[in-house]
């Protein structure tokens, strides 16, 4: 096929602008703060096989794993009107909050023309604690799995099956408004795929799709060429995973070959008894973030940017956990550590690109119980920015979140409306970012008072070590938990689950960013 | 008395105001360094006629902003929050970039201060305000050098006490001070701040600007434009500058508006593009409002038109990326160097593909006052058509595709998106290069008709001169939507007694005052909210109605909330009258007749009559393809249109016939 430069362009900006649009559905008709305020999903179409066309540009860690969401979907057969909901971590998912809705795209023929699917995090799934982020030894701790099942057909909810999943989660009312808003995220890809099918044939929509995969494909592999040929390791660890296994190591070994990088984990620890699992769609994820990062940010982001990186880890790892290890905190705090690792290998031959670590967790909090406002049980989740890394002509950030995840705040008074809490403080945490010629960025401090008796989980990392830095630089201070209760101040580690008092203060101060190379003085 | 019309721009300041009955333009160059010199020049040049009424609309606090050239202003927060700023949404607007960089603050860390004090969200107080530190933290304030002040707590919007304590002590220092609760009394501290804190940084550059202007027309009276399609006086535009923001596009907005209304068309889309960026906005029978805007990444919660722009205009660079898709924008050669048919510049834009393609035509380009250069674009083309394996042609046509495509997409975002389909709407093309894509536009969006009005280069100008004097007023409430009616009186009441006071104030009699309430409404347990007017019916069905049409679905048996209640308060002022003429049957004079030139359509050159806007006579019909020329825009005809000339002198196209 001759590809006219021309309907590639605008097919690049239609596609992108369905999964964008399908974005602001689910925003706006969510009901938890945690899509609406804090924005944690993503959207995206796939072609006929399951390719990813184009994802909007949401959240980094849905990257590679909403395509294996997607192909898990599709073992089922579809009829018009068919949804498929999942969050299996071992079926297509990441871990199970993160609840994923497919949708066929059916045109004239009798199998699905495109697929659109969007993944949302919903704030409780059951599980041994609220929020369903626990400190789980295995899978089945984390709440309810849904393998993928078909919740919507010919357009008609189930009714017994979703009676029975709002029947195992903590806030039924909130989870069913969540869902809806992803239903309708999806009708409307569905409806603008159709419209864009009825303007330009069938027949050159599926070409243009398979022409922007080519065309971001060509992009990667000209990033990939960019980078001197050979081989490059690095290796850091995960602290500990709140069941005694500590300094758990993840090593990646990149090699660069002309236009093609092969990542290698061998090296990396077996999967352990604690939350810290990833399965290997996290991995993916992880890497293809990175590749990504080395592209223009206004490319497309496609299936065809993963074809030139090939991706080998061993089954049974802590990056490629097997049925059933406990995976909830895989996602948000090994996903960042696998950027840290793959980033720290390609820093020595790519130096003026790559900074030094960022704040490497997304310091996870889940508060549950019951509002004495309302007398209704209520289940808060949040994660909380830090420093990232400076680089060879820049300081770092401050007080944003980095790499996998770009979700927002829950601001302090939508906060107090929602929830039985006072903030008492919420700012930079000035002095954290490691020093050096160029100084990290500096981390968050974040307080929180509970007016009320409640269970409190927090999962965390970087909380003995700092996020290294390069050339000399420091390390950005490790973040720190702490627990004050009627003025006594008690230090917690980085993973920990309890009850805690009314009154009580959570106080969460998350790590610094790596500084870059030596201080004048130093040298 | 002559109403006057200001609008500055970033090349011209424009002036408009009526003589006889007719429109006049006066044009003076912008002065960017003391903008008040070009509004100044231009009403020495008018005042010669009767004492002038103004209407500005200034760029003033837009530029201060963009350009990071504020006041020297302090920030007082709760203790433990001063950082709100900083940290924003602790969000990245680049997911991909590993050397990301937010906009700074526009107040540093030094010059952010905290206080103990707190209110919860009932407005109860948690703790009083420590009053020492308060009065040392004034005391410091005043030996800092600071020139503005910004206040804003939390909760302060249930429970001003504190705030209000903190603006009595910073009195006396004799500076602007903003406090959040009477800028934004609505819940969500980053936002309120940031809108409030760009209100302290502006004020000081506002008030001096508007006293020069002031000192040069004595007692003459001047009203100042705002972002909500409204305008208002000097002495709150003072004081509330963070409403002035954007008034130039939202000028544009309201002359189309008026204009539409007055030749019959209240539902439109207005197509605003010029030589960098584009503005759209959707009018269904009303001004459209937002209350999520943001400038230079600062989020502004005040209401503003909703406008939705795109970086692609004119100006805007073409170029075959490394991956080979022909891409438009979002660079733009600007004004310097330009276009290279401008002479100057080195790489081929819209405009060049427009003259390319004859749809511009040099004898005729600003009446021929700026000269253009279509020697120098026929090389560049023929490089873009061997890099691309498309003919030269195509290589044009696929130039003004592309940035089409990017124009359709920013309308179905404020159209479509929204649960409107634009085929029931007029497409109002105006600015430099409106009429140009206008009609392609229009049939890639299925719109039956576009309206082109008479001086489509400055309707800015001419829709300050027909706004409605209009104060915003809001405050969060956080209550059930099935409240009993006559709680919502009860909320009302105080605002709407505070607004007719208000515009009493800005010298408007009682009886060309009116009140439109609108509720913010949401499921319980959502966070986004709908504006739902409340026109005294129920407004809980009203809110299920709008939130269907807007998302697809409602659910009438889920609990509504009111978050926050809304008053628009109007004062409907004094207007010029549209100058209306008879239509008649006469065909087109044979002096509109420029001549014929060769122009592309569908990748073909057809003979094409130029036509000269200025001669047509109310009922005038003109078949495409044609094009017609004026001094500030072009309109093409494509083959298949057909345009006429209305009682106003609109130019009504029909973007299909036959």
């Known amino acids: ?523 | 008395m002559v109403l006057v019309g200001v609008d500055t721009g970033g090349t011209f300041t424009d002036f408009i105001f009526q003589e006889d009955g007719g429109w006049r333009i006066c044009k003076c160059l912008t002065t960017p360094s003391n903008p008040a010199l070009a509004v100044l020049e231009g009403l020495g040049r008018i005042s010669a006629a009767d004492k002038p009424h103004v209407v500005h609309g200034s760029t003033v606090a837009t530029n201060a902003l963009l350009e990071h050239k504020g006041a020297r202003t302090a920030l007082i927060t709760n203790q433990g929050f001063e950082d709100v700023i900083e940290i924003g949404r602790q969000n990245r607007h680049a997911l991909y970039d590993l050397h990301y960089h937010r906009m700074p603050p526009l107040i540093p860390a030094q010059r952010r201060f905290g206080l103990r004090c707190r209110m919860d969200c009932t407005g109860r107080i948690l703790e009083d305000l420590d009053l020492d530190a308060a009065e040392k933290r004034v005391r410091e304030i005043e030996q800092a050098g600071i020139e503005s002040v910004a206040v804003s707590f939390l909760f302060s919007f249930k429970n001003p006490g504190h705030e209000r304590m903190m603006g009595q002590m910073l009195g006396r220092l004799g500076i602007p001070v903003s406090l959040s609760h009477e800028i934004l009394s609505e819940f969500r501290e980053y936002e309120r701040t940031s809108t409030t804190v760009i209100n302290a940084y502006v004020a000081p550059k506002i008030q001096g600007y508007l006293r020069t202007v002031l000192d040069f027309m004595k007692d003459a009276p001047l009203r100042i434009m705002q972002s909500n399609g409204g305008s208002i006086s000097v002495r709150t535009a003072m004081r509330e500058p963070v409403r002035t923001i954007f008034s130039g596009p939202a000028g544009g907005v309201v002359g189309a508006y008026e204009i539409g209304r007055a030749a019959g068309f209240n539902r439109l889309i207005t197509f605003d593009m010029g030589g960098t960026s584009t503005d759209v906005a959707l009018i269904d029978d009303r001004l459209p409002l937002t209350l999520e805007s943001s400038i230079a990444r600062h989020p502004v919660r005040v209401p503003m038109i909703d406008i939705h722009t795109v970086g692609a205009g004119g100006g805007s660079i073409a170029r075959l990326d490394s991956g080979g898709a022909l891409r438009v924008g979002p660079q733009s050669a600007g004004s310097d160097p330009g276009p290279i048919c401008y002479g100057k510049g080195g790489q081929l834009t819209v405009t060049d593909a427009n003259l390319f393609l004859g749809r511009l035509i040099p004898d005729h380009f600003l009446g021929g006052d700026m000269r253009l250069h279509p020697d120098k674009i026929s090389a560049p083309f023929g490089q873009m058509a061997a890099q691309t394996r498309l003919s030269e042609i195509q290589v044009a046509e696929g130039i003004v595709q592309v940035v089409n495509a990017a124009m359709e997409r920013a309308i179905r975002v404020v159209s479509v998106e929204k649960g409107f389909d634009p085929a029931e709407f007029t497409l109002f093309a105006f600015g430099g290069a409106g009429g140009l894509h206008a009609v392609f536009l229009a049939r890639l969006l299925n719109i039956p008709r576009v309206l082109v009005p008479v001086n489509p280069g400055i309707l800015s100008a001419i829709g300050m001169l027909l706004a409605d004097v209009v104060k915003d007023y809001s405050l969060t409430v956080m209550t059930s939507g099935s409240c009993d009616p006559q709680r919502i009186e009860e909320m009302f009441a105080p605002l709407e007694t505070e607004a007719v006071k208000d515009l009493f104030a800005e010298g408007i009699h009682r009886n060309r005052i009116s009140l439109k309430r609108y509720l913010d409404m949401r499921y319980e347990g959502q966070s986004y909210e709908i504006l739902v007017p409340a026109r005294g019916d129920d407004p809980v069905a009203a809110f299920h109605e709008l939130h269907r049409r807007a998302y697809g679905y409602c659910s009438v048996q889920k609990n509504t909330e009111i978050v926050n209640i809304r008053l628009r308060a109007v004062g409907v002022s004094e207007k010029p009258e549209l100058k209306k003429g008879e239509l008649s049957n006469e065909p087109l004079c044979e002096a509109c007749f420029l001549g014929n030139r060769p122009v592309v359509f569908e990748g073909r050159f057809i003979s094409t009559p130029i036509i000269s806007r200025q001669g047509l006579c109310p009922g005038n019909r003109i078949q495409g393809p044609a094009i017609l020329v004026e001094y500030s825009a072009t309109t093409i005809l494509p083959p298949g249109a057909a345009a006429q000339a209305d009682a106003f002198g609109n130019l009504l196209i029909e973007t299909w016939t036959g």
């Open chain 1, 1 to 523: 096929m001759d590809v006219n430069p021309v309907l590639l362009e605008i097919f690049k900006n239609r596609f992108s602008a369905i999964a964008e649009e399908m974005g602001v559905v689910l925003n706006r008709t969510a009901f938890s703060p945690n899509i609406k305020e804090r924005r944690d999903y993503s959207c995206a179409i796939f072609d006929a096989r399951g390719n990813m066309i184009a994802q909007a540009a949401h959240i980094p860690v849905h990257l590679g794993s909403m395509p294996m969401s997607v192909r898990a979907a599709m073992e089922i057969s579809f009829s018009e009107g068919d949804m498929i909901a999942l969050n299996d971590p071992f079926r297509g998912g990441t871990h199970l909050p993160d609840i994923t809705l497919v949708a066929p795209v059916f045109l004239d023929g009798e199998k699905p023309a495109f697929y659109v699917a969007n993944r949302a995090h919903h704030a409780d799934v059951g599980g041994m604690s609220a929020g369903s982020m626990p400190l789980s030894s295995s899978i089945f701790q984390e709440g309810l799995i849904i393998p993928p099942l078909k919740i919507i057909s010919r357009g008609r909810i189930d009714a017994g099956l979703m009676k029975f999943f709002l029947s195992n989660v903590r806030t039924p009312v909130e989870r069913e408004g969540d869902f809806s808003a992803q239903a309708m995220a999806n009708l409307t890809g569905i409806r603008r795929f159709r419209d864009l099918v009825q303007r330009y044939g069938f027949e050159i929509t599926r070409q243009y799709a398979e022409a922007l995969l080519d065309y971001s494909e060509r992009m990667m592999r000209q990033a990939i060429e960019s980078i001197p040929d050979g081989t490059y390791r690095f290796a850091d660890v995960m602290e500990d995973d709140g069941f005694g296994a500590e300094d758990i190591c993840i090593q990646a070994t990149v090699q660069i070959e002309k236009d093609r990088a092969v990542v290698d984990f061998a090296g990396s620890a077996a999967q352990v008894a604690g939350c810290i699992n990833a399965v290997s769609s996290i991995t993916l994820s992880a890497v293809l973030y990175v590749f990504r990062c080395l592209m223009p940010e206004a490319a497309p982001t496609n299936a065809g940017c993963f074809r030139p990186v090939e991706i080998r880890s061993k089954p049974g790892t802590v990056v490629d956990a097997l049925f059933p290890a406990a995976v909830a905190g895989g996602n948000v705090e090994t996903s960042q550590r696998i950027v840290d690792v793959v980033l720290g290998a390609l820093a020595r031959v790519l130096p003026g690109h790559i900074p030094a670590a960022s704040q490497g967790t997304m310091n996870n909090i889940a508060i549950g119980g019951v509002d004495p406002r309302s007398n209704r049980p209520f289940a808060y989740y949040e994660t909380i920015g830090g420093g990232m890394g400076a680089g060879a002509f820049f300081h770092g950030e401050s007080a944003v979140h980095s790499h996998m995840t770009n979700t927002r705040n829950t601001p302090v008074e939508a906060l107090e409306y929602s929830y039985p809490f006072r903030v008492t403080q919420y700012s930079v945490r000035k002095g954290s970012g490691g020093s050096g010629l160029f100084c990290g960025g500096d981390g968050i401090i974040r307080e929180i008072r509970l007016d009320c008796d409640a269970e409190v989980t927090v999962l965390s990392e970087r909380r003995k070590r700092g996020p290294y830095g390069l050339y000399g630089a420091a390390a950005g201070k490790p973040g720190k938990n702490t627990i004050i209760r009627r003025g006594r101040i008690d230090a917690r580690p980085s993973k920990f689950h309890e009850r805690l008092q009314a009154d009580d203060v959570i106080r969460i101060e998350t790590p610094g960013g790596g500084g870059y190379g030596r201080e004048p003085s130093d040298v």
